[in-house]
């Protein structure tokens, strides 16, 4: 069955640290995937997506995320934390129309 | 540019009670999704809809429907609400031609049921 999981329920860090962020997912087929990012009483909003091509992509905010087909992964990187990236992070899975989404990863930025 | 409007922003209903939520789409967008978020969950694919038909649905119950207006603008319908009916629920548009195109989230409902 196809699946998004995300191993971390919540991190930690201290700004100007970096970030990685887990996503692995189950799926037979080409993946198609997602990064979205949650503020408190805000929708979601995307960060990033990778459908074919370079592994290695570039989002907003200085996120970044690599794809590795041999490890069903799909990590969220950035170098240097802001306290304002503070927030839920849910990783996706796009299958036909419909968006599998992650249990989400909560980020806390230490002063 | 308006982005995607979801009202109302908060509710409160008692278990057997119905509920109505409205979206309305980003300008240029045709194609609205539901999304169910339990707290503390990731979002849960509810339906989608495109030229006022149910394109596709995810695992909910025929307690769950909905409606697609001809200017696009959705309603998501919940009948004999049950607590477990208690979540926000985010309403996403794009344009239909290309799965490639980015589905951008409205602020979400949050559906309260006592």
């Known amino acids: 069955a196809q699946s998004v999981t995300q191993p971390d329920i919540h991190i930690t860090v201290s700004e100007g640290a970096s970030l990685e962020l887990r996503c692995n997912y189950s799926y037979g087929a080409t993946p198609y995937l997602f990064w979205y990012v949650q503020s408190p009483g805000q929708g979601l909003q995307l960060l990033l997506k990778?459908?074919?091509?370079?592994?290695l992509v570039q989002g907003i905010k200085g996120f970044e995320a690599e794809f590795k087909r041999s490890q069903s992964s799909f990590n969220l990187r950035k170098p240097s934390v802001h306290w304002s990236d503070a927030a839920e992070y849910f990783c996706a899975l796009l299958i036909g129309n419909m968006l599998t989404f992650g249990g989400g990863t909560r980020l806390m930025v230490k002063p | 540019d308006a982005g995607v409007t979801q009202s109302p922003t908060h509710l409160i209903k008692t278990r057997g009670q119905q509920v109505t939520l409205r979206c309305s789409p980003k300008?240029?967008?045709?194609?609205v999704s539901w999304y169910q978020q339990a707290l503390g969950q990731g979002p849960q694919f509810i339906f989608q809809?495109?030229?006022?038909?149910?394109?596709q649905r995810g695992n909910f119950p025929d307690r769950f429907s909905g409606h697609q207006f001809p200017n696009y603008s959705s309603e998501l319908n919940v009948n004999a609400l049950l607590l477990g009916d208690s979540a926000l629920y985010l309403c996403?548009?794009?344009?239909?031609?290309?799965?490639?195109?980015?589905?951008?989230f409205g602020p979400g409902t949050r559906l309260t049921v006592l």
């Open positions: 996403a548009s794009r344009i239909r031609d290309s799965l490639y195109n980015e589905q951008f």
């Open positions: 809809y495109y030229e006022e038909e149910e394109r």
């Open positions: 990778y459908f074919s091509g370079d592994t």
């Open positions: 300008s240029g967008h045709d194609t």
